[in-house]
């Protein structure tokens, strides 16, 4: 029996068991996973490590545990998992699926460890590779035992200062390696303990903010890492290169230096360095800009890793803009690797594409690979010697889907969804569409639909507009616990979601279109979806329609709260958006603003002054929610004071919500909850949903009070 929420409220998604990608293991029989819920009544978090049985689809509990964490095999029914201790060390044990409970110890480290990848040697014993903080000498940097400053000044002379949420210190992310070798039927490490694979460089990997274990691999022949090039300002280039250090034991006391991997003419991020099954080729994907984070990825293939000086670039061609039109991202090779798959995003969906694995085969553009509906997160094969895939995904209506997918047949069919395809949410597929409207130029504009789940085609609901950050970015058919539409269609909305100008998914003209242009075509483009929902959707009610956006979203809320769209609105929410565009050099990564603004500000002043939403202030006139992250270091706080004190001082309906522990992101689930309930109070209460609830709340104290009069009557 499937038990349904009776309403999807912001508690209901909030605590919905978080699961993260399955791992199967070298059988295909099995996966591993972890899933993590809070509870709003005790306000504390549960985790658990869990073992799914890929043909049935039912998972049974290995581990119960706050601190255990990355599950990972090491055979068909053992399994390693990180557990953090005092004092910031972290424990490394060991567990078997057929025991469950016996785990042993294998080591423990004095310093937090994350990121584990794992692969087996010739010699029997298994390589394991983690990433951890260094110190500028190279040793296992812990941030809680080491000797805390007297005074709190932090002194810089170069970039970064900060990042994402942080200050920078002296240390820096490394991958350290060790083997683990079995003795008496147990795993033992093999050399003396974790060794600094970079230490000597001045290279660092996993790159932050964002790097984790996508930024690196290991295979037999050693490891390949992503690493920012050293000799260049990170906060003004995104240049990242490939590297490889040749390992045989792993237990090498002096790590071989690091080779470069050259790609001439490609510049910018490298990403998703993969070892073939037999670890003589490397697949990986480069952008050529080395100002643009968002630049087309190009996948690329060293075809013998005895020879780094030969790179083969898949689909390239005389311009150096590639034959296909798309972004991939992530890689896996088939199991005889002669095949890749490799996801990228399609129109709001992210989708898996294979194609051979010689860049000289693969003549025609990749074949799309059936998946079941929504968008691909993970990928991994399902078994050593299989040709499936074990697929993780999630859809506006699901938060976690577990498939097994068949290539070579063209299907695909769920072993587990967390939600049972959203009906434990009250949520199915037959309230999600799409439309498609003409944009500001010669090209059409895609958007997500979600109505209501009790949606009656006869009745009108006030629009509920969504506007996405990035703005190389894009609404997706996928589950988030930030920016949901369901929640906002669940109070009685039909929600549309636009992929504007500078939207990815859509072929790189169109978002490259945004750059220099950041209130124009994207703008045009949102004045062109309102009419055409206007127009088209009968079931919209445009009179009672408010918009919200987050990052660029917040940026364009405030250019809107600025011009004729803007009064289109009965109320409109900014989430850590942009007030000013004068003032992008206060972030961090200062790639971002030179390559959207076409310059510096010193520079291309013109261009920042051009979008800049500040200039237009003085027509600012709808009711307005702010919302604020104190460690937001990407737009920090004053972006949000300021377009509060402009309405304030206009006398303009406006509300100030500060998180001072949270990020360009809200994450911490009491925060989350009050984020929801406030903008969820504001939008209410301006469209007029908040009074017809009330309205509809006094109805049905009406029929129960009617009910009780009734009852009496019949006991008289």
Known sequence: MTLCATKFTPEVLLSAPRRSAAVPNSSGTKALFSVSSWSFEEHKKTS??????????????????????????????????LQGGEKGSTKILVDSTTNPGSAYEVATIEAGISNVKTTKLASGNIAFVVSALATPEGKLANPETEKKPLSSAKIYTSLFT?????????????????????????????????????????????VPPFGGAGDFDVSPSGLIFVAKDPSIDPAIYTKTDLYYIPLSTFTEGKPPSPQLIETPGLEGYSQSPTFSHDGKKIAFTRMRSKQYESDKTRLLLVPDLSDLS??????????????????????????????????????????????????????????????????????????????????????????????????????????????????????????????????????????????PSDFDPKKKYPLCFLIHGGPQGAWMDSWSTRWNP????????????????????????????????????????LVNAFEYIADNLPYVDTERAVALGASYGGYMINWIQGHPLGRKFKALVCHDGAFSTLNQWSTEELF????????????????????????????????????????????PVTEGLAPFNVLQAKGVPSKLLIFPDENHWVLKPENSLVWHREVISWINKYSGIEEEQAAAAKKGDVVEGLAKVVEGAKIW
């Open 48 to 81: 658990q490590i869990k073992l799914l049985d890929v043909e049935s689809g039912h998972s049974t509990v290995l581990v119960e545990d706050l601190n255990a964490s990355e599950p990972t095999w090491l055979e068909d029914d053992v399994f390693l998992y």
């Open 162 to 206: 900060r990042h994402w949420d942080s200050w920078v210190t002296e240390n820096r992310n490394s991958l350290w390696y060790t083997a683990f070798e079995k003795k008496d039927g147990k795993y033992i490490l093999a050399g003396p303990g974790l060794l600094n694979a970079l230490v000597g460089t001045e290279l660092s990997s996993p």
């Open 310 to 451: 030969k790179v083969e670039e898949f689909y390239k061609t005389d311009d150096g803009e590639g034959g296909w039109d798309a972004r991939p991202e992530g890689i896996v090779w088939s199991a005889d690797d002669s095949s890749l798959f490799v996801t990228a995003e399609q129109a709001a969906r992210n989708l898996i594409f294979t194609l051979p694995s010689n860049p000289k085969d693969a003549k025609d553009l990749p074949n799309v690979v059936k998946t079941v509906e929504g968008s691909v997160g993970e990928v991994y094969q399902l078994g050593d010697s299989s040709s499936k895939l074990f697929v993780t995904s999630s859809s506006l209506i699901d938060n976690s889907c577990y498939s097994v997918v068949d290539p070579s047949h063209n299907s695909a069919h769920v072993v587990s969804s967390n939600s049972k395809q959203g009906k434990t949410f009250g949520l199915s597929r037959s309230s999600v569409s799409d439309i498609t409207f003409k944009g500001a130029g010669d090209y059409d504009v895609h958007a997500l639909v979600l109505k």
């Open 486 to 525: 369901a929640i906002f269609a669940e109070q009685g909305y039909v929600v549309v979601s636009p992929n504007p100008t500078g939207s990815t998914g859509y072929g790189m003209k169109l978002q490259n279109g945004i750059k220099g242009d950041w209130g124009g075509k994207p703008y045009n483009d």
């Open 592 to 635: 971002f603003p030179i390559h959207d603004f076409e310059g510096t500000i010193y520079e291309n002043r013109a261009t920042y002054e051009k979008w800049d939403p500040a200039r237009f202030a003085n027509e600012w006139a709808t009711p307005q929610l702010i919302i604020h992250g104190e460690l937001d270091f990407r737009l």
